[in-house]
Each structure stands twice: as C-alpha cells, then as structure tokens.
DNA sequence: CATGTAATGTTATACTATAACATATAGGAA
DNA sequence: TTCCTATATGTTATAGTATAACATTACATG
C-alpha cells in the first residue's frame, strides 16, 4: 500500500484489498455478491475516485445492471463495511487502502492527475478527538480530504 | 463568535461578518451586490447549513431570481473570496466565522439539530501541513468536516 | 457618448442520488 | 423437500444538486 503518491507494486493492493473483503465478509455474514465484487475490483483498478455513473456504465456493459440503484446498492455496502470510502469532494468513491483497521481516513486528492491516495492518521484522530472534546462534541464520522497537487504534477506544472 | 456550540450573542457573529465582507470587498474592489449580500445575511440567520435551492426559495420569494445560477454565483464569489464555505457532506453552504483569516476551517455538524460550528485550527493545519510534506504534497484546499451530535443533542438522546 | 467589463437574466441540460414497489435468490425451519 | 423469511436484485420514476451557453443589463472610465 502507498503511504503517498510513489511508485509501487500495486497488485499487491488489490489483492490485499480482495482479500480483505472476501475474510470479513466470511466471518461477518454478509455477502460479497457479483455486483458487488465486481464494483470493489472497479474500484481497485487504480488510485483514482470513480463516480458511481462510471461504474455504473461499465456494469452495464458488463451485463451486470443498468440502473442507478445497482450501484449505489453495491456501493452502499461496500462503504458500509470499510471496503471503500466516498470522497465528498468528488462526489465518488474509492476503494479503502487501509482495511480491517478502524480508520478516519485522510485522502490526498491531486487536482491534476486526479490520483487519490489515503493515508494512515492515528494522530490525526487523536487531534480531532480533542478538538471535539473541547466543543463537547461527540464523533461520528470524519471527512477529511486535502486537494493540491501531488509530487509529479507539481513537477509537471513548473514546465 | 462560538468557539463551541455555547449560548453566543449571534447578532454579533451577524454584525461581524457583514462588516467583515463590506470592508474586504471595498479593500479589493469587490462588488458585495444586493443578491450576494443577500445571500450572505440568509447564511447568517443562524449557525446551520442551507443547500443552494433552499436559498434560491427564499430570493424567489424576495423577488431576487428564480433560476438557479443566480444563488451559485452568488455562493460561488462568497466561497471565492472567503465570505461563506462549502460543507461537502452536506451539500451546502455557511457563512464563514471567521473571515478575513487564512484558515483551514474544521467544521463540527450535529446530524440531529443541523447545528454547524466552524473551529479555529492552526495547529491542525500544521499537521495536516506536515502530513502532506511527507508525501510531498502540494495543499491548496482542504475539507474537514466531522459529523456527530452536539452537547445537547447527546442529552436528549439519552432521554 | 463610446467602450469594455462585470453582473444578471434565461433556457436548457447534465450530473448525482433515492423512493417505491416488484421479483428473484439463498439459507434455515418444519 | 417444501415452505418461509431475509436479503439481494430488477425496474420505473423522480428528487436533488450543479453548470453550460448565450442574451441582456448595469456601470465605471475615458
Ligand atoms: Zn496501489
Ligand atoms: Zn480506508
Ligand atoms: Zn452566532
Ligand atoms: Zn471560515
């Protein structure tokens, strides 16, 4: 898994990924169905954010489904259960880097190259866990997610 | 202006953010219109997001435009210049709390009383600042935004 | 007044997401 | 096996969010 935007061996990712969700699924009950199975591994193609139309086109010509509801279905649970994350700026979704592991995850979103990488942020959560406790404000749930540009764009740029 | 979702004289959170957005668009040469000022004192009515077609009901209704570019422009040059902010897991839009202050606001929202508080975080701008260096990282925008119940709203959950 | 720029008006459309209800499928109980 | 139930999928329709494109107006400046 990348910890930021270097090269690296990414079908260990995906594996990893697949993995993951096929033993969660297994000790949790819950069904990794074709639909859905197939939406992660769209999701795992690459570091990129897929709106849930994209996905939706390729499911269709896939013979896989053709309407709204079957992807957000699939996508629904895969966000549910931590096998993906939906990036707010974005509207789309990506599939979790991280999982297994409780996690408030920090996406670094490049404006150029579109790439989205989730990095790891124990201490992250421990600083927002004080800001909230000051406010007397209980978590649920985080969204936090920085656009720029990452290291090879910003190369790019100055040419 | 709250630093929490304590009891605040809000006719001074209203006050200061008018004056605040008079003064820097005389400074830049802004045009602070009768529709953005507008707009600006309805997203100051209280601490709560409103979505782009609630505000539009209410220019309607005022005679201020019907159609929908005229409130996305008007929140499109109150988010430009810093006067209001986008609240992505809500799609919609707040008032800034602190104008007139480079920031990376982090904003608390309440999903039961829509309550939404903007914090002051220098230091967690340092630290995502640092998260991002490591990964050599270029920040240009950040969102964060953390979702949960506020004091009260803890309270009465209990009930 | 002439000219250019910024703002607004207007129509149409694109993009994102969910409601509601029908049907099918899988796994467990009788 | 058969029935039952819960879960998942199929289908139609619609709600909600946002922008493109072009016409018109307002206004500052020379
Ligand atoms: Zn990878
Ligand atoms: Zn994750
Ligand atoms: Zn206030
Ligand atoms: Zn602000």
Known sequence: ????FEQHDHTTCIQT???????????????LTKVRRRVLELLLVEHKALGAYDILSTLNSEGLGSQ??????ALDFLVANGFAHKIEKLNAYSACCHPGKAHAPVFMICRAC????????????????????AAGFLIERT??????LCPACQKAEVL
Chains 1, 2 share one sequence.
């Open 1 to 4: 898994m990348p910890i930021g």
């Open 17 to 31: 990924a697949l993995t993951s969700a096929e033993t969660c699924c297994a000790d949790e009950g819950l069904q």
């Open 68 to 73: 709204p509801p079957i992807v957000y279905r």
């Open 114 to 133: 579109k790439y989205v990488v989730e990095a790891q942020t124990e201490p992250l959560r421990n600083f927002l866990g004080s800001t909230a406790k």
């Open 143 to 148: 969204v936090i997610e920085i656009e720029g």
